[in-house]
């Protein structure tokens, strides 16, 4: 028989500080010291195979490394690698290769995501199995286990790249078994990929979720993760699994753990009540940051996800205000008698671009996010508004009617050099640019509105929808997926958020708990 690398591999976390996390509850960030001992790999003789893992909650994800075949995080001074699923025999008659680190390219198993969504990846994503039974205040552990599952299959399913098993071609999974997946079962119904995981109680009251995708064709594991999480922040688990399943197969960046912030709306058209709300981008974690007692437009995330920028008629005058997400307070930006509008961060959050309306002339100006006085960046005889940055800084796209209609123009980011890159029928507003630096969508205006995308440069444009109103596009942290709010025809000024892939395929409404419009997706949390 030969001898699993999937053997114990106790060790010791020294965790040497700790922060307050969200919810009252500590966490293990800060330094980590990791003493490794056990068996060595047997396929790496002087080494044991490494289990990355990161520990969730802070303001900061701290990365560690624990020295396991199996996952074992801990908190603590001292902990032993036994709490970690027992190892049970190989199925596999052929010594297990060691873990393949995300993107390693010794596994065939790829998703195709250059073109349309033929062929969805069939995947098998079991309940996650707990050793012991232990209540938490997120509930009991094999209830997490569930759900857990739930979450991962739900964001796997939402992207349009996989199919999930149906529950009556699932079976449980014990907690040796998670390290030891009965191959030749799952190969019986019809899945190409296998994802297993486990979750477990720590001592310190926070939660250890390990994550580990196989190749179910080839009994091969491809990758795996862990994170300890506190029970507020369980979710978060899931959907970091879920983004390691999604990077490893389709080679794009994550997404699954972001947040969504946007304009909730209720009431009869002309008398509409408007929040500001935040949610997670499936939808769950929903919750309002003001009380609808004055109008609140065009949201956006700062890059380190700490506030969200925001026009607002407080007062009963149209200004730029930032939100701490963390106080719930609320500062002004720009403070003049002018109307101000359609604010955004810079990519390093020093500088807010927004327009401001003077003089009968309405330009792109910026300011430092601080406050102070805003510098004009543009200076035609229309009406410019709407920039957006490149990821890199450097340049700025923004609508204008100087040309006689609304197109999209692209300027260096000191106002130099401004440039029409849109030539197509009717007319473009909203510009948006790609996380990824390579596209840039708007809202196409002409028998009706539609969500499209173009490069930089103006070229290869496509329209993603084709709907009565798709407006406000806002992209997805891997610029993979955009999201948008749409309004029907009659619908008397409600609206929807949605969302579609880059390829114009596989819309997807966006659960939200009463109207929403103005969409902005936020990075990938840390």
């Known amino acids: ?11 010791t976390l020294a965790v040497t500080q700790a922060e307050r996390l969200p919810g009252g509850g500590r966490g293990p960030v800060g330094k980590v010291d990791v003493t490794m001992r056990g068996p060595q790999s047997a396929t790496s003789p002087n080494r044991a195979p490494a289990f990355a893992g990161v520990v969730l909650g802070g303001r900061m994800a701290r990365s560690v490394l624990a020295s396991v075949g199996l996952l074992a995080f801990v908190s603590g001074s001292a902990a032993s690698a036994q709490d970690a699923p027992a190892p049970a025999p190989q199925q596999t008659p052929a010594d297990p290769a060691a873990p393949a680190p995300a993107g390693d390219q010794s596994g065939g198993l790829v998703v195709d995501v250059t073109g349309g969504i033929s062929a969805p990846m069939q995947i098998a994503i079991p309940v996650m199995p707990t050793a012991a039974v232990v209540s938490t205040p997120a509930g009991s552990t094999d209830v997490l286990g569930r759900q857990l599952a739930d979450i991962v299959t739900n964001d796997l399913r939402n992207s349009g790249l996989f199919t999930p098993l149906s529950p009556g071609q699932l079976r449980p999974i014990t907690f040796p078994e998670v390290t030891a997946p009965g191959f030749d079962y799952w190969g019986s119904t019809g899945a190409q990929a296998l994802v297993q995981g486990f979750i477990r109680a720590n001592g310190d009251g926070n939660l250890t979720v390990g994550c580990y995708l196989y190749d179910v064709s080839s009994k091969a594991e491809l990758t795996r993760t862990g ?12 959907h970091k699994c879920a983004d390691m399943v999604y990077t490893r197969l389709t080679g794009e960046g994550a997404y699954f753990d972001s947040r969504v912030v946007y304009v909730s709306e209720t009431g009869p058209k002309g008398h509409r009540i408007k929040r500001l709300a935040i949610m997670d ?16 437009l065009t949201p956006r995330f700062a890059p380190n996800q700490q506030s969200i920028v925001y026009m607002s008629y407080l007062n009963n005058r149209p200004a730029i205000y930032v939100y701490d997400i963390g106080s719930g307070k609320q500062r002004l930006v720009v403070a003049n008698a002018n109307l101000t509008f359609a604010p955004r961060f810079s990519p390093d959050g020093r500088n807010i671009l927004f327009s401001m309306a003077q003089g009968g002339n309405t330009d792109v100006y910026r300011v430092s996010s601080q406050g102070g006085t805003p510098q004009r ?15 890199d800084g450097s340049k700025i796209v923004f609508e204008s009617d100087r040309s006689g209609g609304q197109q999209i123009y692209v300027m ?29 969508a708007f809202t196409k205006l002409g028998g009706g509105f539609r969500i499209g995308i173009m490069s930089p440069s103006g070229g290869g444009e496509k329209l993603l929808t084709n ?29 929807d958020l949605w969302s579609v892939d880059l390829t114009g395929v596989n819309e997807r409404k966006i659960p939200t708990p009463l109207d929403g419009s103005d969409p902005a997706w936020g990075p990938l949390r840390p």
């Open 1 to 11: 028989m030969t001898r699993s690398i999937l053997g114990f591999f106790p060790s």
């Open 227 to 238: 994170f300890v999480v506190p029970p507020s922040d369980w979710r978060r688990a899931g």
């Open 281 to 296: 981008q499936d939808g769950a974690n929903h919750r309002f940051l003001t009380n609808g007692q004055s109008i609140v």
């Open 377 to 391: 960046l543009t200076n035609s005889p229309g009406i410019d508004t709407g920039g957006s940055y490149s990821p």
């Open 412 to 440: 260096n980011a000191d106002g130099s050099n401004q440039q029409r890159i849109s030539f197509g029928g009717g007319r473009y507003a909203t510009p948006v640019w790609s996380p990824r630096g390579d596209l840039i």
């Open 467 to 495: 709907d009565w109103q798709d407006e406000g596009p806002s992209w997805s942290p891997n610029g993979r997926v955009i999201n948008f709010y749409r309004s029907g025809r009659g619908s008397g000024g409600k609206a």
